[in-house]
């Protein structure tokens, strides 16, 4: 199945997308924001204690898997380029500084805080969930894309019939070099083009036939956000702002290329421990 | 009340009118079934009933369509939602949304339907459609009477007075067709909803209907009840008794393809369960069954797209699960349910060279294989015709060209009489036994009992992961007239 939201019923699955959606959004933002090993360690386990409460820590996994590949050319580029003073030891022409290693950490941290925090989105929010939450901004691009998180399973199906339909008529996709393949799979454009240019006109007619367009709509989940939810908005919010003020008095930037280590204050931990409280609400879930 | 007044239609491009000075009148509660052949206009009329037709399409209008008094061509199709619902043939391009629930209330947020009204409409259809069990399901793993189900209950929930329906049924199951006919006439009576039914089936809905139209060539040639309207039918072609073309006299030889104790599960949940079969020279066999039942998946194990998890195939000696699909293709073909995935290059010529290229065949050869394969699917005026320009039936006879040019000693089709009309499918049954005669082997599969008891020489049934053999006799029963005709 091409659908990757995970239908559980976990605490977090059963929290209006609203407040979900706000929370990662807070990530995200602290995912560019900040650069301290320590804060961006704290922070990305916090996502991943979510993640095991949501119950989707594997498929999580099986994303970060792939973000740990692009982590990989992100150390080796920055070890390799990145000049430092410190320098840990040296092979051949390239010396190794603890700078640019720092440097690497923290990018990768980066990364895999802002792959976890989509992982939530994309496994614990239902999708018609999350367009219908976007759908207050903008309901025909909306639509559009909700038609295509539906269609992306049928047009998949149809790209499957065809190449069926071409092996039956003696294309070759598995076997013969690289560009053989890629020819033989060529073919399954056009079909592939034409029967998605029927399906979109089937689709606009029966759209259309459903009043798509005909005046003022209503929305059937217009669910008001209880006292709970509105408090863990707000709190998602309030830790953005505070990030963002306390970002700019220097906690959670640390400058590793130039020099900056591990020297941390009480208030830092005050800072990250008002972090980690304005973030955890959402452990709380929903549910009755 | 939908009134058509004088209606003649062209579409944008095309050299003569589809519908021509058409009148008729469709009142409130009625139940209208609308047949004739492929291309007499009986979509074109359904769409201008709405104003699809000429809002959606251009072309040239003239004469009137009123809907409650309000003229089609003044209102946009979707003001009319409220009015008159659709349901399309193919459900797959009719759901919108991503599961059931949201499904449902699609239509009914389009026409500005209070929260608590759509909130009060959605429990009362599902439960009366029995969605509730799938309400959040991902629509597009619902099966196809499931899909139409859901596309039905959601115009409904729109409360239209009148509901079109374009050959709602054509891709389910016997069962399942039934069912959803028995449940339009429910809605017939219980609501009151005007059903306004476009059916090729004959055998499946003439006992539903009130009353009947008959269109031919863009006009209505008889409107009046099934009994006033059945002499026209047969005179048109569209209904006649059956006529067994072939005896089902067991046949002696060699196995062709061999299929022994086949197994296949998808995700986890087993399909086929120690499926045996054997194909011999200038058979004609058919395999029926439930929608889910696992057909296609049976099928597609004996040309190697799918491989058996437990079980072997062998076709000509060869182990079908050792090699590629492409490279038996020219001892068997395979036709899926769709023929438009054959269909893309820019004449009927160039898509057979494609085949005949991919399968190696001298070049020398192509003529004459060409030439053979149009004049057996009466397709030889078509040669450099754009596939896509054809009517349904022609377009299923070029998919079956695409493959037939490779003269393969298998034929297996999935579902071949799909969307046909009466006289497409007498004529692609009458090419099959043509080419069964010249010693082909067809394997198909079929929901039609008709297409079984005038041209199958075997009947199976897939039923919980086997196959049963069947009787002809007990196809023919089903097909019968009197079935036909609800006279039962």
Known sequence: MFFPYKGTASRIHLLDARPKIAFVLAVFIFSILLSDILYLSALFVLVLVISISAHTLKSTWSLLRYALYVAIFVVIFNVLLSSGRHVLFVIGPIAITSESVLFSISMCLRLFLAVSAFALLTFAIHPDEALRTMSRVGYKTTTALSLSTRMYPTIANDSRNIMDSMRARGVEFDQGGFLKKVKARANVVMPLLFN?????????????????????????????????????????????????????????????????????????????AAYVILLSPILAGGGK | MISVERLTFTYSGADRPVIEELSTEIREGEFVLIVGKSGCGKSTLCRALNGLIPSFYGGQFSGRVLVDGRDTRQTAPSKFADVIGMVFQDPENQLVMTNVENEMVFGMENLGVPVREMKERVVQYADYFDLRRFFH?????????????????????????????????????????????????????????????????LERCLRYADRVIVMDDGRIVADGSKDEVVPVLRRQGLLGDIIRAVSATALDGEPLLTARNIHFSYDHTPLLEGVDLVLKKSELVAITGANGSGKSTLIKQLNGLLKPQKGSVTLLGTEVSSVTTASIAKEIGYMGQNPNDYLFEETIEKELEFTLSNLGIDANEWNERIEWTLSVLDLSGCRKTFPRDLSCGQRERTALATILVGRPQILVLDEPTRGLDYWSKNKLGAVLEDLRRQGMTILLITHDYRFIAEHATRVLRLKDGKLHGTSIDQMIFLASENAVTGDV
Do not use: C, W
């Not at chain 2, 209950?153 to 079109?164: D, E, T």
């Not at chain 2, 959803?180 to 089936?201: M, Y």
């Open chain 2, 137 to 201: 399901r991902f629509i597009p793993e619902l099966s196809g009477g499931e899909k139409q189900k859901v596309a039905l209950g959601s115009v409904l929930a729109m409360k239209p007075k009148y509901i079109i329906l374009d050959e709602p049924t054509s891709q389910l199951d016997a069962e399942n067709a039934a069912l959803f006919l028995e449940f339009l006439t429910k809605l017939n009576r219980e609501f009151g909803v005007g059903i306004i039914l476009v059916e090729h089936r």
């Open chain 1, 196 to 272: 998605s240019l029927d399906r979109s006109v089937a689709i606009a007619e029966a759209m259309e036939t459903r009043g798509f367009g005909a005046g003022k709509r209503t929305n059937y989940s217009e669910s008001r956000l209880n006292r709970r939810q509105k408090m863990m908005i707000a709190s998602f919010v309030l830790s953005i702002v505070f990030g963002i003020s306390l970002f700019v008095l220097g906690y959670g930037n640390a400058d590793y290329l130039n020099g900056a280590g591990f020297h941390y204050g009480v208030d830092d931990f005050l800072v990250l």
